[in-house]
DNA sequence: GTGAAAGCGCTAACAG
DNA sequence: CTGTTAGCGCTTTCAC
């Protein structure tokens, strides 16, 4: 049946007011070229035919797109999900828009959303990195080509790189000053990976602690791996069955406390008597979790501005940007764990 | 200091191999036209130049983006955040790309979203409509362009638009019915806006069972408001402060649920003793409940597929589809509340 | 097998 | 203030 109608163009729109495509153009844009009445008549002919501008044209012809990519590990995560939905925010605020893409915490679809991303020729890149990234090659020509991208959270490589992270070393240093004050010797740490920053710098913050109060560090009490929940379950597992379950844990993240909890439940272990916990990060289910876990957290709205207010400002030099590092506070909050030992 | 260098281009591609523009192209996209060495020849020199097509101008002569547009209400929350990367992982699977929005209950924003996404000539849209969306305007239009739009969960209009939602007045009256035959007869409602389908059907299958097991509704025990927790919070104080807090309520999603229990919390009320409850929608964070919630529950990633399934035969039949209506199957789940009285 | 020509819809640069 | 010219980088004919 029907006349499979195009799109209306700028064309379309000129040609019914007997004017130029240029002038249509301008006038839409609210060039000062345009006289306010024609203006006006040429938004409201717009408008009655339902003219929507072709983004790829305008993004072809003028090198801009306006869009910033966006590429996290997961987005069913409190933390992840809550700062997207800020990084959003202030998108809209700045008449940017925002590609999203998920890595799931691998490498190989990392990469392919990058090279999406450099295919629709995005204004910046803002990426917190999958667990083991490969992608340093991309990264590298990301650079090459000034093209502004900002890593937050989980970075690859603290100094080529702008970035926003948290203060995780003192974070984590002043969680286990506070475990130490309360009485524990044995403390042990489901950590992450050690080629990312999370897991190396908490591990370190950690280790600051135990030195400085002369405690010692059991190796077979630390365990290096993901930052999900079943990482924390197995992790805690396998403490438990080579029987080096420590009196304190410390845990990566709180999806890795959360599967401490589920795993210490399943062995019968209460939480706080039995073995203690404490976490890097925060949670909205934290709220109804007895006991509360006890945590270092942080802003996530201050998080993401601080993020997109980097990108933006590189964006705003054209490509004369500098190489900037930023830290976002973290503060620790105690709940129903990590009380005094009595 | 540096040569700016702009991206490469296919021409320059060409150049280099002393073929045309076309050549490049085709091999690019492994046309059969093109000789095997060759194709291979041209994808090594693309490769070493580090080219990434330009999506706009492949956009801008081929009429397809391979993208499709989604738009939630949230994306910090369990439903929506899971189902939006259970839609990412088929979009991955088929070669398309995501563009995310949320509209944050906002309608404005919302139209704001939809028009970003016909300005990108989005293959087809995926949304879940806002609270009180009133943008049936654009959503008409988009239907008389053709352009593929399926509603999920959240829709507006069931008739028009295709969709794929719950089995809400079926799930809600199973839930119900089971409250009933555990003893209570005074049973609210804490439930959504009546201009939503969900408000209405969920409503509807809660009336139906009252009516069919002849049991009165108390009107004062029955409140429309908003998705959120904040909502469950509002208007269990309102019904609370009013005197008309019935022996059980019945919620029209987990966070309402969870909004209840916080509520109940504030007021002194114990769940499941004092009052009762049970919820459509489930979350991670019932697992950590005491008690944790029964509710009406379905299987996501179903959800997520059966929506993207129906936008990709939609873009497939190339303007030639019909509108069509799926339910995805619910599951009473019984958890700790809802439990027999006795 | 390969390529020349034309055009997608828009904007930047420059004239008038 | 308004318009002309010239692409942006790619793909789609269609000719060779």
Redesign the pocket.
């Given at each position: 049946m029907s006349k499979n109608k195009?799109?209306?163009?700028?064309?379309?729109i000129a040609k019914k007011l007997?004017?130029?495509?240029?002038?249509v153009?301008?006038?839409?844009?609210d060039?000062?070229?345009?006289?306010?009445?024609?203006?006006k008549k040429i938004k409201k002919t717009a408008e009655q035919l339902g003219?929507?501008?072709?983004f790829?044209?305008?993004n072809?012809?003028?090198?801009?797109t306006n869009t910033i990519g966006v590429i996290v590990p997961v987005i069913a995560n409190y933390f992840f999900a809550n700062i997207v939905e800020a990084i959003y925010e202030c998108a809209f605020e700045n008449n940017y828009d925002i590609i999203l893409a998920v890595s799931q915490e691998d490498s190989k679809k990392e990469r392919k959303h990058l090279e999406t991303m450099l295919s629709m020729r995005v204004d910046g890149i803002i990426i917190s990195a999958s667990e083991h990234s490969e992608n340093e090659d991309i990264f590298k020509r990301i650079n090459k080509m000034k093209l502004p991208i900002v890593f937050f959270d989980r970075t690859i490589n603290n100094s080529d790189y702008s970035s926003v992270t948290l203060t995780n070393k003192e974070g984590s240093f002043k969680a286990i000053e506070n475990v130490i004050k309360n009485g524990y010797k044995k403390i042990g740490h489901i950590g992450g990976w050690q080629d990312s920053n999370i897991g190396r710098d908490r591990y370190a913050g950690f280790k600051q602690a135990m030195r400085k109060h002369k405690l010692s560090i059991n190796k077979n009490s630390v365990i290096f791996s993901g930052f999900g929940k079943e990482d924390g379950y197995n992790s805690f597992i396998k403490m438990y069955n080579e029987n080096n379950l420590p009196d304190f844990l410390f845990a990566i993240t709180f999806p890795v406390a959360l599967g401490i909890v589920e795993a210490a439940k399943d062995m019968g272990r209460k939480i706080p008597k039995d073995i203690d916990i404490i976490c890097f990060g925060d949670s909205d289910l934290n709220n109804y979790l007895k006991p509360s876990i006890s945590c270092v957290t942080h802003n996530i709205s201050d998080f993401a501005s601080k993020v997109f207010k980097l990108v933006l400002n590189q964006i705003d030099t054209k490509k004369n940007f500098a190489v900037k590092h930023f830290e976002i506070e973290t503060e620790l909050i105690l709940k129903d764990t990590c009380i005094i030992k009595h």
């Open positions: 195009r799109p209306i163009t700028l064309n379309n007997n004017v130029s495509t240029v002038t153009s301008k006038a839409l844009r060039h000062t070229d345009i006289s306010e009445s024609l203006t003219y929507f501008p072709n790829a044209a305008r072809l012809s003028s090198k801009k």
